[in-house]
């Protein structure tokens, strides 16, 4: 079965240190990958998405990044967090079957 | 920007009642699905509908579809206390990629 893996659960961090946020995904093969955020009370935002190894398309400028290094691997950086940086981050893939599976999400805060 | 637009923002009920949530969408759609997202967690995916389907069950869950209305309901029969979380409609747009826009979601308390 498809399992999606994504670390750490809660992260703080000062403003202007860098991030990184990893997302893995078993039980597939060249799924479509995608980070989201979410702010408090409010629906998800599209960051990134990504079709395949090295592929990656941003929804919206931001003060983040996102990489594909693995088929399976998707990780979702930034070289200096800002305080909006803050939010709950989301990694999922998602089938044209079943529909998009989430990870459990991190939950970020910049102090 | 935002397609999908849940309404009721926030609805409150007693155990053993319906829960009615309904979506709003702007553009043509491949399909629209229904998330949960209990507090702290990731969304669960219930359920898809397909934009030529008009009805689905899934347990507890019945959701429509009226894509002359651009609309969509999901319907919670016989709730219970476990069923509080918030629930998000997602459409899927049709076309080369199809682009995922979440709604801003409805906060469901069933109070036991």
């Known amino acids: 079965s498809q399992t999606i893996h994504q670390w750490p659960a809660t992260l703080v961090q000062p403003v202007g240190s860098p991030l990184s946020l990893e997302c893995t995904v078993e039980?597939?093969?060249?799924?479509?990958l995608y980070w989201y955020r979410q702010a408090a009370g409010r629906g998800l935002q599209l960051l990134f998405y990504?079709?395949?190894?090295?592929?990656i398309s941003s929804e919206v400028p931001q003060n983040l990044s996102a990489s594909r290094p693995q088929d399976r691997q998707f990780i979702l950086s930034s070289k200096k967090l800002l305080l909006s940086d803050s939010g709950f981050y989301l990694c999922?893939?998602?089938?044209?079957?079943?529909?998009?599976?989430f990870g459990s999400g991190t939950r970020l805060t910049v102090v | 920007s935002q397609q999908g637009e849940e309404d009721p923002q926030a609805l409150s009920i007693q155990e053993g009642e319906n829960a009615t949530m309904n979506c709003s969408y702007k553009?043509?759609?491949?399909?629209l699905q229904w998330y949960r997202q209990n507090s702290g967690r990731g969304l669960v995916h219930l359920i898809l509908?397909?934009?030529?389907?008009r009805e689905k069950h899934s347990g507890r869950l019945r959701v429509t579809l009226d894509t002359s209305k651009k609309s969509s309901s999901l319907l919670i029969t016989a709730s219970r206390a476990a069923d509080t979380a918030s629930y998000f409609c997602?459409?899927?747009?049709?076309?080369?990629?199809?682009?995922?826009?979440f709604g801003t979601g409805t906060k469901l308390q069933v109070i036991p």
């Open positions: 509908i397909r934009s030529n389907e």
């Open positions: 039980g597939t093969s060249n799924p479509n």
């Open positions: 997602a459409t899927v747009g049709s076309g080369g990629y199809q682009k995922v826009t």
């Open positions: 999922a893939w998602s089938s044209s079957h079943y529909g998009y599976t």
């Open positions: 553009t043509s759609i491949n399909n």
């Open positions: 990504s079709v395949g190894i090295g592929q």
